[in-house]
């Protein structure tokens, strides 16, 4: 009687232990898997960026534009269509001052499939010391919620990337307007 219970507990637990082993449903890449990823986008990228109302219209094209994908994206953001748009002169001569900040994210891969990989953004918040005498510090907060996409095959990338907030000297400025920069360019 002993021998059948220990063996009923080990076929039990040789069955456990394939049902464990086989499902295998974890969320996510591996890492080996995202370190491909990261390489397959690796670049200097040059194009263009569309600058748009969230929900709404096109402001202005910008030429040039460069983003850098390594282990981040780096991409250097104007701020100077926000100048038309601001209406507190002290603030837009800062922003004219400032003329462009520097956007490091972080990537968090959703889907791949060797050519096409899709990808959501974490930028975060950039700060512009100023104050005591100099002009305003000023913190840019940028919305979690926009991504992008890359051809590995086309060398080519497109994300969009969406400031949030504005606070000047510790001050969330009420009226800043939302944009979306949406940029495209190639790997060359």
Request: a negative charge; aromatic letters at 14%; hydrophobic letters at 40%.
């Amino acid at each position: 009687m002993k021998t059948k219970n220990l063996f009923g507990i080990m076929i039990l637990f040789l069955l456990t232990f394939t049902i464990i082993s086989c499902n295998k449903e974890e969320e996510g890449f591996s890492k080996e898997e995202i370190q491909q990823m990261l390489f397959d986008m690796k670049g200097t990228y040059h194009g263009t960026v569309q600058v748009d109302y969230y929900q709404g219209s096109s402001i202005t094209e910008l030429q040039n534009a460069i983003a850098v994908s390594r282990d981040s994206l780096k991409f250097n953001m104007s701020l100077l269509p926000y100048v038309e748009l601001i209406s507190d002169e002290g603030l837009t001569e800062r922003l004219r001052e400032i003329g462009e900040v520097e956007v490091v994210a972080g990537y968090d891969f959703h889907q791949s499939d060797g050519w096409n990989i899709n990808f959501g953004l974490r930028p975060k918040d950039v700060d512009v010391l100023g104050g005591y005498g100099a002009p305003p510090s000023i913190r840019i907060v940028f919305a979690q919620t926009f991504g992008g996409d890359a051809e590995v095959g086309h060398n080519f990338i497109m994300f969009n990337i969406s400031p949030l907030e504005l606070w000047v000297d510790g001050k969330k400025y009420e009226d800043f307007p939302r944009l979306v920069y949406h940029f495209r360019g190639n790997y060359e």
